[in-house]
């Protein structure tokens, strides 16, 4: 796949968001550590880089810094928060710490008209997010923009072909930013090409044929949008030499197992081996409370009847998996700037006892272009856009032991919650819905009886990522229509509770 602009990650939060942005407008761009920018942009040869921002200071001890020849490249460079600090630094300006922090929306001044800010308001509303501010130009370099605080905002070097502002485009709060940055991509780096999923599609196909040649792919199916996704490019790619493999646990959500063997066996075609495993699992889980047990059981019997389907298939070469490219950046993060959110179970390689090499055709992409993907493969609207779903599944939806009687209500009292959200138009605006059975008894009335009996708590929550998360302010009327019909609906649930708290400090799921 064409580079068309290099991202050399210096640490920020947002740094994800310039590739997102980028490839929303059709601009393919990757991200990389810093210190392999130039190896890669010799490699790959960009139309564009960009450097991101970070949290250190350039007069730092150990502050990171770009082998000086990337400059000499020829390539278009803009630099970002950090980034402009660097430029600067690198060609003989001067950077302080700033005497007012400047944090948070500011107006942002154009000085004289650039391709940079090509059809942008002025003034507009930009984000700053820093403690340095550049104090003096390096020679050749001069100011095109300028903030209160700031009075370098933007500043530009046309023979070296070197731009650099001091605020974040990527965020949604920079109210004209996605049209700064395709102005840097299209006008100034000549970017023409129009990336999208058709494209994609296309591309990994044949990428997938010619990896593959005639040997078989096993893809692990979980009814997940990413393994949805994943199996069902890879029949596309190689019809039935693909393995797709479902485990039917016994955790999962009310007519998941009838909703992917429908999606696939059906509409798409796709010969699924489905292992019915619901016995097994349930048996190991009979008596178990604590919920890292729970997982670890649920995760090594996974395993262990994966590996039996597996073991069948004995002519297959390769696994398949839905790895995306958050999960990429985090794990690579280990070696580089950016501090590593979470470790990812599906980058770091296979265990031992799979002898498979990994095919990883998502490996590339962001979720929302995922969902793109799948729909432009023929995928379901309702698969698609399905919330995520822990692997343990239901299992950790459940506080205490897990029985047939627990998921039978929790099963009913979540497809309700999960029901009433689409008919309200409410699912797709939140990013992750469920409920969740506390197995806690308490009183109540119903009719002129005095009842005993669970409680059941909705959780619902907004994010971009499910790093953080805030609790999704759904509407009363809506809440207490959903509480009715389960307290009505639901034998052996008398109590409905609305869980309000954030990630963090609290975690999405419960267990």
Not at 1 to 16: A, C, V
Not at 191 to 200: E, I, L, P, Q
Not at 241 to 256: A, M
Not at 389 to 404: H, K, N, S, T
Request: glycine share 8%; charged share 25%; proline share 5%.
């Amino acid at each position: 796949m064409d580079l068309e602009i290099l991202i050399l990650d210096f640490g920020s939060q947002y740094t994800q968001l310039i590739a997102r942005r980028l490839r929303e407008e059709g601009v393919y761009a990757e991200i990389v550590p810093y210190f392999e920018g130039l190896k890669v942009a010799k490699e790959r040869k960009p139309k564009g880089i960009i450097f991101s921002g970070g949290p250190a200071s350039v007069y730092e001890e150990g502050a990171y810094r770009v082998d000086r020849e990337i400059y000499q490249l020829g390539v278009p460079i803009l630099g970002i928060c950090y980034g402009m600090q660097l430029i600067t630094v690198d060609f003989g300006g001067k950077v302080v710490k700033a005497d007012h922090h400047e944090y948070g929306k500011a107006e942002l001044f154009i000085d004289e008209p650039h391709l940079l800010f090509d059809g942008v308001s002025n003034p507009t509303i930009v984000w700053m997010s820093h403690s340095d501010r550049v104090e003096k130009l390096p020679t050749g370099f001069k100011r095109i923009a300028h903030s209160k605080n700031s009075p370098y905002a933007s500043i530009v070097n046309e023979t070296l072909n070197i731009y650099a502002i001091q605020f974040h485009p990527e965020v949604a709060h920079t109210q004209e930013g996605e049209k700064i940055l395709q102005n840097f991509a299209r006008k100034i780096c000549k970017v023409t090409s129009n990336w999208d999923m058709k494209h994609f599609a296309q591309e990994q196909i044949e990428a997938i044929r010619k990896k593959v040649g005639k040997e078989k792919v096993i893809s692990a199916l979980s009814g997940g949008v990413d393994s949805s996704v994943t199996t069902a490019l890879l029949y596309k790619a190689i019809g039935d030499q693909l393995i797709p493999i479902f485990v039917d646990t016994g955790l999962l959500r009310k007519n998941e197992r009838e909703q992917v063997e429908y999606a696939f066996k059906e509409i798409l075609e796709v010969p699924l081996i489905t292992i019915d495993a619901r016995e097994k699992f349930l048996s190991r889980l009979k008596g178990v409370t604590d919920p890292e047990e729970k997982r670890k059981i649920i995760g090594h019997t996974f395993i262990e009847v994966f590996q039996e389907e597996a073991k069948k298939h004995q002519d297959a070469k390769f696994l398949a998996q839905g790895t995306l490219y958050p999960d990429v950046i985090e794990s690579v993060s280990v070696k580089g700037p950016s501090k590593t959110i979470k470790s990812h179970h599906n980058v770091g390689g296979l265990p031992d006892w799979m002898k498979f090499e990994l095919i990883e055709p998502l490996r590339e992409l962001f979720k929302d272009e995922v969902r793109k993907l799948g729909l432009e493969l023929g995928l379901p609207e309702e698969l698609v856009y399905r919330h995520p779903f822990p692997g343990p599944g239901l299992a950790i939806r459940i506080l205490g032991e897990v029985d047939e009687r627990s998921l039978e209500i929790l099963r009913e009292a979540d497809a309700i919650f999960i029901e009433e959200l689409r008919k309200w138009g409410l699912y797709r605006q939140v990013w992750q819905a469920f409920a969740v059975l506390l197995n806690v008894k308490s009183v109540g009335v119903m009719g002129d009886n005095r009842t005993y009996e669970q409680t059941i708590a909705l959780r619902s929550v907004n994010s971009t990522d499910g790093m953080t998360a805030t609790f999704s302010r759904l509407p009363y009327d809506f809440l207490e229509h959903v509480s009715t019909r389960i307290i009505n609906e639901v034998d052996g649930v008398n109590r409905v509770v609305y869980d309000i708290s954030s990630k963090p400090p609290a975690t999405i799921e419960w267990e």
